[in-house]
């Protein structure tokens, strides 16, 4: 029965996810190889970058399923990411991303997914902005910014959508299932005009020869070309 309900709750968050017909979801739960496989509708592979440490345990309460481990701690130029190429799909104005990450420590600029041009304009990012805060950034006419406390060693069930009119971000603790929420005044987010690649571990507005990277563990990153609505967040988090 154990082995019943572990399999029940990742294939259930992963298969109501893929229901709400994702631009990009990248499971990141590659056992070996370089391939960052994207399972949505645009099937934008990422390339594993400076060797993430692959197979790692899962985020998700039931324990199944596997992670992607990104050390931060490591120097400038080695520190590991998935780099995306840029697609024209992602221009969507609204959008929601879902993704799973316990940090080891917290680092500030750690980003778990980028997608900014080099001048740090339009686009969107969520990271760490200090060592007990992430923050969920979206340009429109300049950057919003809305943020919730982290800590580190805490699983967490992060969504952040932009939905038009707000920026919203909820963070879900997976060990007490805790939700708390921050919004922002926002409009339809302004993609990058310079086709900047997404990364997922690193920022893409800077040089990875001197970006901050992650230090942690992440885990199905899904993208949505759309704000989902509450009672759809809802349901992910019961998941």
Known sequence: MNTILKYSNRVLLEQYLRSL??????ALDEASGTAAIDQGSLANHGVYTN?????????MPSGYGQSAYF??????GSRPYVTIPTNAGYDTGTFTIVALVKFATVITGGA???WRDAGNNDGFTIEPSNATSLNFYCYDTAFRTCA???AAATPYLIIARCDG??????RTNLTT?????????CGNMDAPNTS????????????PATAAGINGNVQLVTWIGSSISDAQVAEIQRL
């Open 177 to 185: 299932g805790v939700t708390t929420a921050a919004s922002a005044s």
């Open 21 to 26: 017909n994702p631009l990009s979801l990248w």
């Open 112 to 114: 778990i997914v980028n």
């Open 71 to 76: 050390n931060g701690t490591l120097s400038a």
């Open 165 to 170: 009119t707000n920026i919203k971000l909820a």
């Open 196 to 207: 900047p690649v997404v990364r997922i571990g690193l920022v893409s507005h800077v040089s």
């Open 148 to 150: 919730l406390a982290i």
């Open 51 to 59: 060797s993430p440490t692959l197979g790692q345990a899962s985020l």
